[in-house]
């Protein structure tokens, strides 16, 4: 029963993702298609493989099976954000609000919690995960209802959520890996580590919910400094008028 909640809760938030990033993006809508027939060929591909056990611990030897997937998405967005400034303006083109308000949905964390709880999934990547993603998306519901009112949202207060934000997703991946059953690499030993997070649903969340936030951490840190740029820049330009003003005054 568990598995079929988190399969429906994995669908309405990719659904959601998905319908924010490319829906509010001022991109054309033939891009738009495109990038929702990629995204449905992804999601598609990923449960084909999940559902064959292709993700499961000792599938594919060493490595831990939702590692692959997470490395080709993240890696080709990056290559994507930094060689393609269409694609880096088409990303950045999507509302502060919007990049963070889909954040929200990782509330959605509480799955971890409940899973090591059922002794599905172990410490240290149980607890962490869960109240990292849990947290995150709790601040991020004013973050996003500030930003949608365009109200003055404190900047250390942005930029510090987007950094925990971002942190709490590499630490996730990082104990995950180090958890995983069957690798020489492993240092967190207590059964049953991360096993779970081969299997469908869960493997969602590695092969394709991760990369897509932690890309979406990188776009709001880039829009949060272009704003502070900009904010910076007026104020100069307001102290360089006030001298002349000044100096008008004087001479």
């Known amino acids: 029963m568990l598995e079929v909640i988190g ?3 994995f669908g309405v938030t990719c659904t959601a993702d998905f319908a924010v990033l490319f829906g509010l993006a001022a991109i054309g809508r033939t891009a738009k298609l495109v990038a929702f027939v990629i ?3 992804w999601l598609s591909l990923l449960v084909a493989i999940g559902a064959a056990g292709g993700f499961e611990a000792g599938a594919l030897g060493p490595v831990p099976g939702p590692v692959i997937p997470f490395a080709l998405l993240l890696v080709g967005g990056l290559l994507a954000w930094f060689a393609s400034p269409t694609f880096r303006r088409a990303f950045l083109s999507v509302p502060l609000a919007g990049l963070i308000g889909i954040n929200i949905l990782r509330v959605v964390g509480v799955f971890f919690l409940i899973l090591h709880a059922r002794g599905q999934l172990a410490a ?6 869960g109240w990292g993603d849990i947290i995150t998306g709790v601040v991020a519901i004013p973050l996003t209802a500030l930003a949608a009112w365009k109200r003055p949202v404190p900047g250390w207060l942005s930029r510090a959520w987007n950094v925990f934000g971002a942190l709490d997703l590499v630490t996730a991946v990082t104990l995950g890996a180090l958890s995983a059953p069957g690798t020489p690499f492993r240092v967190f030993t207590e059964a049953p580590g991360t096993a779970a997070m081969g299997t469908l649903p869960w493997v969602g969340i590695p092969a394709l919910l991760v990369p ?5 951490h990188l776009a709001i840190g880039a829009k949060l400094r272009a704003t502070e740029t900009t904010e910076a820049n007026t104020q100069a330009g307001i102290n360089r008028q ?6 008008d005054k004087v001479a």
């Open 7 to 9: 399969a429906l809760c």
């Open 39 to 41: 995204a449905a060929a």
């Open 124 to 129: 240290p990547f149980a607890i962490s995960a």
């Open 212 to 216: 897509v936030y932690l890309m979406t």
């Open 242 to 247: 006030t001298t002349y003003a000044t100096a």
